[in-house]
């Protein structure tokens, strides 16, 4: 079952803060951060596992409530760059099953 | 670098035809996928392989085989391609195991007439 993020879509200007979240009707093992620019390829964000080890290279944060089966990435003070397609993806048998994106916008 | 390539950005091809999408990558990395993506409904995984000549059906698979034949090649088909695959087809490349990071093609945007 497909997890949902919400917003679908936020708008922002640069320094602004954003939260995205991504929530499963299913136990959370880990969950994988995409971003998509437009024409692009999907590009790997980090990784949050159970028991909170987090592995990426983004300077972006991100937090991961088994309890609620639920993971937020958190933007802070946004940079233009950020503008994109976010997708969270829960992991199970080597598989990932992607929400339906969340559409970031960063206006100057 | 990692490279995942497609072979087309752009197709077009008929009703009826039978489609070849090529996906091949240089990381020698065990885990291979087809996706389709369409707007609102996010990448949606079609076929899965994890060794050469192995492969599992994704969560959308009807009207599509795989075939690996060697490790750095996934190749999706569409047996004969109808209206409703009209689609962005994203490859994607892993290692083996669990908590490995995905790493994507360009997408091949596929229309069908």
């Known amino acids: 079952q497909q997890p949902v993020q919400s917003p679908q879509a936020v708008i922002l200007r640069e320094g602004e803060d954003a939260v995205i979240n991504c929530s499963s009707s299913k136990a959370l093992y880990s969950v994988h951060w995409y971003r998509q620019k437009h024409g692009e390829a999907p590009v790997f964000l980090m990784i949050?596992?159970?028991?909170?080890e987090q592995k990426g290279h983004e300077k972006i944060s991100a937090s991961f409530n088994e309890k609620k089966q639920q993971s937020s990435l958190y933007l802070t003070a946004s940079q233009l760059s950020y503008s994109g397609t976010y997708f969270c993806?829960?992991?199970?048998?080597?598989?990932?099953?992607f929400g339906q994106g969340t559409r970031l916008t960063i206006n100057p | 670098d990692v490279k995942v390539t497609q072979s087309s950005r752009y197709l077009v091809k008929r009703t009826g035809e039978k489609v070849f999408l090529e996906c091949v990558q240089d990381m020698d990395h065990e885990n291979m996928f087809w996706y389709r993506q369409d707007p609102g409904l996010g990448l949606r995984l079609i076929y899965f392989?994890?060794?050469?000549?192995?492969?599992e059906k994704g969560d959308i698979p009807e009207g599509y085989s795989v075939s690996r034949e060697k490790k750095e090649r996934f190749s999706l088909i569409l047996e004969s391609a109808s209206t409703n695959q009209t689609s962005m087809y994203l490859c994607?490349?892993?290692?083996?195991?669990?908590?490995?990071?995905?790493?994507f093609g360009d997408g091949t945007r596929l229309s069908i007439l």
């Open positions: 392989s994890y060794d050469v000549k192995m492969k």
């Open positions: 949050l596992l159970k028991g909170g």
């Open positions: 993806g829960t992991e199970g048998a080597q598989k990932l099953v």
């Open positions: 994607a490349s892993s290692l083996k195991g669990g908590h490995q990071p995905q790493h």
